[in-house]
């Protein structure tokens, strides 16, 4: 079910008299405990949509719905109470500095309207053991490292119990260690809270590690949109090419191969068909030979993948991608 | 009568007493302008930092208006203020002499100074703290109330010092007019009679008071600073 509904929306800044477009008219459903990224590059708009989902920024037409609420048709005092169903974490955590650790998780509850020190207290206390800080509750932002002040941020985020977490840029600002940790939070989060999560980042790896579903913006466009698995392995915009191909950078490498005889396949193993030897039974029954030019076995949140580039030759070819096919393996040809 | 290390210093000072009360007088200048130049000039300053450009509640017309009177105030000397005000202090305070008759001009000269300060703090605060706080659901109110004022408090600190030190230099002048307090004492007997004793002493209490002024007023921002 769509828990967040974005209907014709697009949005445009006004400077100077001109209308800039910054996001092209869209529609996008995202669905309930997803995990749904934005990926892009600074400037492709990434920061502008996500802020459309709490009305950070207000469309300039079209409609946005959480769940069955019409954001933009919400008067101010209204949006103030439903802006409390979804957390936001930013690249830069934005603290208070002036406050300790446990009074900006209680910030919002404060916000909120709750009065009660004792239930606020208790609360702060089961946020921060979450996030892993419970030793950090009387430290200053400005006494922790960015890993913990994101953490901080996340458990801030959680305290009104949202149904929606919106990152923006998150790990950004983080070294790659702890952006691991802190993703994996996310990911914990997601599976244990049931909570609908959407993120925006220009790096891959991000959307790989813990997204469901993703869409990539370039220049105010979503140009390609669809499950990770699909997106990360058979990309087809060039945009989103360039982010994979940083994602794997020896993937780049095979394209400068010397002297390649034969056809160059490339075949994408998913699931389960990665963890048997359906590669070598098969070639072995067609007796064809096999050269690998270059591939990776990893995993796309839960689901492992291969993919692996290899050239064929002898009179088998044929059958043997038949049979492979047959097995599940998506195979491509790819130009020499 | 034995004569007192500060007597024999001073052999032409002939009324300590005097000097007591004019002291006296120009703390109850500074205390009472201070503490309404910040009442006023507090909110004036939020209003600033909000309705200008780009804030929270961006209002162009109303920013250029208290721009103006802001820099208006600000441009005429405090002197000319003064003299310029008489009337409308004498119809707040029914009176234009001594302690009360100094406090309207002191706080009309103070507050736009002191506000515009507020505002310069203010827009130190990070954007993204303000937009953390929106995202959360609060009502500008809490916003200025929980975020702003917290955050900015190192520079407010740091104004109301700024705002003290020319303040005392305000009830000094004052002291030309009638207003009473050291700079009185310092105009008459030190200016207009020749009687450099009291100009040395009434001198050196001023640069004790303004250094005792930035010392505390150090210590607070450093202890807010700290974090």
Known sequence: MPVIRFLDVHKSYRVDGKDIPALQPFSLDIVDGEVFGIIGHSGAGKSTLIRLINLLERPSGGRILIGDTEMTALPEPALRAQRRRIGMIFQHFNLLASQTVADNVAFPLRLAGERDAAKIRARVAELLARVGLDEHAGKYPSQLSGGQKQRVGIARALANRPEILLCDEATSALDPQTTASVLDLLAAINRELKLTIVLITHEMDVVRRICDRVAVLDAGRIVESGTVADVFLHPRHATTRRFVAEALPEEAATAQAPAVVGRVMRLTFRGATTLQPVLSRVMREHGVDFNLLAGRIDRIKDLPYGQLTLTLDGAGSDAALAALRQAGIEIEEVAA | ?227
């Not at chain 2, 001073?10 to 910040?38: H, K, Q, Y």
């Not at chain 2, 930092?49 to 250029?64: D, E, V």
């Not at chain 2, 105009?187 to 001023?206: C, F, N």
């Open chain 2, 1 to 227: 009568m034995t004569l007192s290390p500060l007597q024999s210093l001073f052999p032409n000072i002939d009324d300590w007493g005097e000097l007591g009360r004019a002291c006296i007088d120009t703390l109850l200048m500074l205390g009472g302008s201070l503490t309404l130049t910040v009442l006023i000039g507090l909110p004036l300053g939020v209003l600033l930092y909000l309705t200008g450009k780009g804030q929270l509640r961006a209002m162009p017309r109303l920013y250029g208006s208290i721009s103006l009177l802001v820099n208006v105030l600000r441009s005429v000397p405090f002197i000319i203020l003064m003299i310029v005000l008489m009337p409308v202090t004498y119809a707040l305070v029914g009176t234009k002499l001594g302690v009360r008759g100094a406090i309207p001009p002191l706080v009309i000269g103070a507050a736009p100074f002191f506000a515009r300060l507020v505002e310069t703090a203010l827009r130190e605060v990070q954007k993204g703290v303000i937009e953390a706080a929106q995202a959360m659901g609060a009502s500008t109110w809490q916003i200025v109330r929980h975020v702003l004022l917290p955050e900015a408090r190192a520079g407010i600190a740091a104004g109301i010092t700024v705002t003290a030190i020319a303040l005392v230099g305000y009830t000094a002048m004052g002291g030309a007019i009638g207003s009473g307090g050291l700079g009185d004492l310092a105009y008459r007997y030190g200016y207009l009679s020749y009687e450099s004793d009291y100009m040395v002493v009434t001198v050196a209490l001023l640069v004790v008071l303004v250094q005792l002024l930035q010392m505390l007023g150090d210590r607070i921002v450093a202890r807010y600073k700290r974090h």
